[in-house]
T-cell receptor, first 112, second 113 residues
Framework: GENVEQHPSTLSVQEGDSAVIKCTYS??????FPWYKQELGKRPQLIID?????GEKKDQRIAVTLNKTAKHFSLHITETQPEDSAVYFC???????????FGTGTKLQVIP | DAGITQSPRHKVTETGTPVTLRCHQT?????MYWYRQDPGHGLRLIHY???????DKGEVSDGYSVSRSKTEDFLLTLESATSSQTSVYFC????????????FGPGTRLLVL
């Protein structure tokens, strides 16, 4: 089955700095890559996603990049704010398995 | 938030007892999923459903069973709860497999003593 690795597991940044979280996947047939944010005690919520026919997607301070050849994708958060502090999960969707495989999560702490 | 509810939200039970968690949706989405979330493991798929009475196993299905008799309800049963099943359980729904986007319920925190 699909295997998704996510790094780093924890990340601390100063407010205003950028944060980058990286994920790799194993199934070359994977074609959809969502990112979820989970605040403490809350449910995971989709913040951005990218499909395999796109190399980059931006939404305000958040961007995701995809390198299909290397089978990795990354989440970029610019001008971080304290409310960005949360656990972020990457995921990979493989049509062959009809389900999403999640990374193990990155705990981001933004220090004011 | 999508129309997804989970019940109960919190439960404490004893080892060996059966437990059933319920996921209810009002979105009429075809696909429903049960995950467990544990520190260091992220979200792991237990079972999923691709239609009424159509279910399949995920990566951590041992000790769990599911049923889906109606589009809106997806039940997760722990036949004989063990301490290793102490976890936070999330239900998720998805409109289509090709779309892939999943929307999560609020979660159920289960403690097995």
């Amino acid at each position: 089955g699909e295997n998704v690795e996510q790094h780093p597991s924890t990340l601390s940044v100063q407010e205003g700095d950028s944060a980058v979280i990286k994920c790799t996947y194993s199934d070359s047939a994977s074609n959809y890559f969502p990112w979820y944010k989970q605040e403490l005690g809350k449910r995971p919520q989709l913040i951005i996603d990218i499909r395999s026919n796109v190399g980059e997607k931006k939404d305000q301070r958040i961007a995701v990049t995809l390198n299909k050849t290397a089978k990795h994708f990354s989440l970029h958060i610019t001008e971080t704010q304290p409310e960005d502090s949360a656990v972020y999960f990457c995921a990979s969707y493989s049509g062959g398995y009809q389900k999403v495989t999640f990374g193990t999560g990155t705990k981001l702490q933004v220090i004011p | 938030d999508a129309g997804i509810t989970q019940s109960p939200r919190h439960k404490v039970t004893e080892t060996g007892t059966p437990v059933t968690l319920r996921c209810h949706q009002t979105e009429n989405h075809r696909y429903m999923y049960w995950y467990r979330q544990d520190p260091g493991h992220g979200l792991r798929l237990i079972h999923y459903s691709y239609g009424v009475k159509d279910t399949d196993k995920g990566e951590v299905s041992d000790g769990y069973s599911v049923s889906r008799s109606k589009t809106e309800d997806f039940l997760l049963t722990l036949e004989s709860a063990t301490s290793s099943q102490t976890s936070v359980y999330f239900c998720a729904i998805s409109e289509s497999v090709r779309e892939g986007t999943q929307y999560f319920g609020p979660g159920t925190r289960l403690l097995v003593l």
